[in-house]
């Protein structure tokens, strides 16, 4: 099983809307709603930040949406501020107990 | 707030053993799904492991035979030992709870540590 796909990087002005795309198989992605997005910031614990493909966490911001179509499922981040700085991971379960994690998309706010 | 602890990094010489800890709060470590996950340097995250409620734990195929999860449940704490540790296996190590609803995991990570450093090197 391979990592699931993400752009290595992106940017952004403050203000401004981003999406991170992260893309899997038929039997990860495309088979289950259950992907989540984490945030990550060295040193710190990961951050749940979507879970169950579009779902928000209690604190977290509305800025931050999920969605999926397909193999390919999405984090789109809205009105872009300097704190959204951060590594951004999705991770979807691939069955057997199994879960696979993208490489990761280093955000910018410019 | 659910959290966890990890403890237990350092370095290591290759071929060598560690034992990783990871202490649960709020929580019972034996009534949930547990994962290690690790970060090499540069690299992204990475399944290392996952503990379901039985205690049977499923491998990722770079440490199967290798790595060994185990839990104390009087400590509430889930460990990881790691033999043979090769210079690959140098990464920033966490563990997090995987959460379920009536004890079916749904597979996303709901409290996570901020990790423990392994560096294997001679």
């Known amino acids: 099983q391979s990592a699931l796909t993400q752009p290595a990087s992106l940017s952004g002005s403050p203000g401004q809307s981003i999406t991170i795309s992260c893309t899997g198989t038929?039997?990860?992605?495309?088979?289950?709603?259950?992907v989540s997005w984490y945030q990550h910031r060295p040193g710190e614990a990961p951050k749940l930040m979507i879970y169950?493909?579009?779902k928000r966490p209690l604190g977290v911001s509305s800025r931050f949406s999920g969605s999926r179509s397909g193999n390919t499922a999405s984090l789109t981040v809205s009105g872009l501020q300097a704190d959204d700085e951060a590594d951004y991971y999705c991770c979807s379960y691939a069955g057997s107990s199994t879960v696979l994690f993208g490489g990761g998309t280093k955000l910018t706010v410019l | 707030e659910v959290q966890v602890v990890e403890s237990g990094g350092g370095l290591i010489l290759p071929g060598g053993s560690l034992r990783l800890s990871c202490e649960a709060s709020?929580?019972?470590?034996?009534?949930?799904?547990m994962i290690w996950v690790r970060q090499a340097p540069g690299k992204g995250l990475e399944r290392v492991s996952v503990t379901n409620l039985g205690g049977v734990t499923y491998y990722g195929d770079s440490v199967k035979g290798r790595f060994t999860v185990s839990r104390d449940n009087s400590k509430n704490t889930m460990y990881l030992q790691m033999d043979g540790l090769r210079v690959e296996d140098t990464a920033v190590y966490y563990c997090?709870?995987?959460?379920?609803?009536?004890?079916?995991?749904?597979?996303?990570?709901?409290?996570w540590g901020k990790g423990t450093t392994v560096t294997v090197s001679s």
């Open positions: 038929s039997s990860d992605v495309g088979a289950y709603n259950l």
């Open positions: 169950e493909g579009s």
């Open positions: 997090a709870r995987v959460y379920a609803r009536s004890y079916s995991p749904l597979w996303y990570m709901d409290a």
């Open positions: 709020l929580f019972n470590v034996n009534r949930n799904y």
